[in-house]
């Protein structure tokens, strides 16, 4: 599968931008997509992910409450609405497949995830 993002730029603290990305191929039922993140110089860290079929999320607590993940079942796409930005959240952000063939909970973890795709630089002036 390839992950293709877009949507990233440049905003003010306080503003909002909306990622998406759109797989090359049918996401299946039993797939998780996410978004990871990591800042210049920072370890690679888990945004938030979604289940295909059911639209169950997870977030990490850092966003809760200010970002938002979606899923389009019919175009094969995920999105990332990001609302009341920081400078903290400045960082290069992936979209990642997860085929979750034992059909496990929505996961934190980089390591379970199958694909990635190329990342969109995100940056939040104060």
């Known amino acids: 599968v390839q992950l293709q993002a877009s949507g990233g730029g440049l905003v003010q603290a306080g503003g909002s931008l909306r990622l998406s990305c759109a797989a090359s191929e049918p996401i299946l039922s039993n797939y998780h997509m996410a978004w990871f993140r990591q800042a210049p110089g920072k370890e690679r860290q888990f945004v938030a992910a979604?289940?295909?079929?059911?639209?169950?999320?997870y977030y990490t607590d850092d966003v809760k409450g200010r970002f938002r993940i979606s899923r389009d079942n019919a175009e094969n796409t995920v999105d990332l609405r990001m609302d009341s930005l920081k400078p903290e959240d400045t960082a290069v952000y992936y979209c990642?497949?997860?085929?979750?063939?034992?059909?496990?909970?929505?996961?934190?973890?980089?390591?379970?995830?199958?694909?990635w795709g190329q990342g969109t630089q995100v940056t939040v002036s104060s």
């Open positions: 979604i289940s295909w079929r059911e639209g169950n999320t």
């Open positions: 990642v497949v997860r085929q979750n063939r034992n059909r496990t909970p929505l996961s934190a973890s980089g390591a379970l995830y199958d694909f």
